[in-house]
C-alpha cells in the first residue's frame, strides 16, 4: 500500500492487515494509533484520546490512524471540528471496514480510498442444495473476520440464492433472514449469525 499524506479514510477488509501493511511506510515516531483493544467499535473515549494527541505540538507531521469496524455517532460528532480544521502537521487517516459506518458530515470532509477486495467469493461456491457442516465450517473459517456490513451482504445473498436454487423454506426460517439483519444492526457477532442460518438451511435439507 503506498504512503498515505493526507487526511483520508480508508475502507478495507481488515483493519489490523492494513496497519500491519501501512505502518512501516512511516517514520515510527511520526505515527499514533487510536482504536478500541477491547470492542472493535471506535468509542467517545477514542475519539477524545485523538483530540488530545492532536493538540500535543509537533514540528514533524504526525500520523494519527483512527481505527473502527463501527464508530459511536457521539465519537464522531466530537471528532467533527478537529478533522475541519486540524491542528498545524496534523494528518488523520480513519480505518474502517464501510462506508456506511461513518456519518456523512464525517465522509463529506475527508477524501476516501476504497481498498476492499469482494469476500463474497466464498458464498458463491456455496451449493445451498448440497450444504453440509463441512461447507459450513470451511465458509464461517474463511469469514469469520468480516464486519456486520459484509456479513447483511452475505445473508442478502444467500437468501437471493435460496429464491434461484427453488429452496422451500419454513416461515420461521424465511423470518430467521429479517432476524438476522436486525441482530447484526445490534451489532451481535457476524459469525454467530451466520452459523445459525448456514445451520438452519442445512437442517432444512436433511428433512428433504
Known sequence: ????????????????ATLSEILPCYPLHSVRVIKNEEKEEFLLLQA???IKEAYIASSEKK?????GTTFRKEAQNS?????????KNVVFIIITNSKSSLLPTIYSRLPYKYLKKSILKAESLLDLNKLDLKDIYNFLKDNQKISKNE?????ETILIKVNNQKIKLSR?????FSK???????NSRPINVLTTLLLSLANQKNKH
Not at 420461521?172 to 430467521?176: K, M
Open 79 to 87: 471528532l467533527l471540528k478537529i478533522l475541519e480544521e486540524p491542528p
Open 48 to 50: 477524545t484520546l485523538a
Open 1 to 16: 500500500m503506498n504512503f498515505i499524506d493526507n487526511s483520508s479514510i480508508l475502507i478495507v477488509n481488515d483493519i489490523d
Open 180 to 186: 438476522a439483519i436486525k441482530l447484526l444492526e445490534l
Open 172 to 176: 420461521n426460517q424465511l423470518e430467521f
Open 151 to 155: 456479513a447483511k451482504d452475505i445473508v
Open 63 to 67: 500520523y494519527i490512524f483512527l481505527c
